[in-house]
């Protein structure tokens, strides 16, 4: 049955007329990993962009600085991802003028599911996840659902790939089904975690079409952003 009931009385089919049906969301692919350390988090996305079988740029960035402290990466509908970024940065600098300082990573975050949240009749269709030094010097990963629900994380992977990167993670970081021998974990530091990110993608590649081209790393400390790019496949 149409939603409009027509085809329940034959007698009102017009002929020639067919129903379209329309959907307001597309998926534009990418993937995204962030891993958070003791005073450091790393967090990449890789920067196809892409609609199906097609490829509409090698080189889109999807890692959005919000501050020196705070990375949003976002992947989905690019409309959306466009859309929830730019209400983000413009939420941010009426906090910055009206308080004059910028917002805590932990406020972002917050912020981030509050606005997510009032969408929820017709929510964003993308995969976000937060990281940023919260107000204690400590590397955070917030990742979330659709509709804005938040979780505090040290590693978490998200996009198209999410679901052949986030195994990685927690072998790799999160050391789950590994045989210590009792010991405790080794420290994590950032030439490992960016190691490990990178590795994800150069696997994820290899399955995920919507994931390749290059992986875009930001390091984030209290200092600053530093950002690092590695070479993907093209194909």
Known sequence: MSSLGFEQFPDYQVPGVSHADFSPYESNGGS?????????????????LSSGYNIHTRT???????????????TGCWCDTLSLTGLMK?????????????????????????????RRFFPYYVSN??????????????????IG???????????????????????????KNMNLNGEEPP?????????VASDTFISAAERDIYTGDSVL?????????????????QD
């Open 32 to 48: 995204i990993v962030a891993i958070a350390g003791e005073d450091f988090v790393v967090i990449a996305a890789d920067t196809r």
């Open 60 to 74: 889109q960035s999807k890692l959005f600085p919000l501050s020196n402290k705070t990375v949003l990466a976002s």
């Open 90 to 118: 413009v939420r941010m600098q009426s906090y910055e003028h009206t308080h004059l300082k910028t917002m805590t990573t932990d406020a972002v975050a917050q912020m981030l599911s509050i606005t997510m949240y009032n």
């Open 129 to 146: 996840i937060l990281a940023g030094i919260d107000k204690d010097g400590k590397g955070v990963v917030f990742s979330y659902d659709p």
């Open 149 to 175: 629900h938040c979780e505090r994380a040290t590693y978490r992977a998200g996009g198209t790939a999410g679901s052949l990167l986030q195994p990685v993670l927690d072998n790799q970081i999160g050391y």
């Open 187 to 195: 420290v994590l530091t950032k030439e490992r975690a960016v190691a």
């Open 217 to 233: 790393i930001n390091i984030i400390t209290a200092d600053g952003i530093e950002t690092k790019e590695l070479q993907l496949r």
